[in-house]
């Protein structure tokens, strides 16, 4: 089992920034990617941004050059997600993911979620 503690979030400003921290802690070692996933109300869950083990990055294109993930990779350990420049679309509750592999059993894992707010 791995377990994910998100932190962070809050209320902002547009404009404003924060930023949201993961620990990992548990099996950790079968981790190789490391992500952040938003849901607004109503909406469907949708990819933020990604790490992986090795160092890759990947970003949703609504929030390239806006947001910044970084992470203790290859350790996978912690991932934190730096949001710059908010702006009210990005109100959503944001939750850490962490999936990985050893042959052919699959690991995933979720946070508990938290909240972002960004009011106009």
């Known amino acids: 089992q791995v377990q994910l503690v998100e932190s962070g979030g809050g209320l902002v400003q547009a404009g404003g920034s924060l930023s949201l921290s993961c620990a990992a802690s548990g099996r950790t070692f079968v981790i190789h990617t490391l992500a952040w996933y938003r849901q607004a109300p109503e909406k469907e869950r949708t990819l933020v941004a990604s790490?992986?083990?090795?160092?890759?990055?990947?970003y949703e294109d609504s929030v390239k050059g806006r947001f910044t993930i970084s992470g203790d990779n290859p350790k996978m350990k912690s991932v934190s997600l730096q949001m710059d420049s908010l702006k009210p679309e990005d109100t959503a509750v944001y939750f850490c993911r962490a999936r990985g592999e050893v042959g052919p059993t699959i690991y995933d894992y979720w946070g508990q979620g938290t909240q972002v707010t960004v009011s106009s």
């Open positions: 790490l992986t083990w090795d160092g890759k990055t990947n």
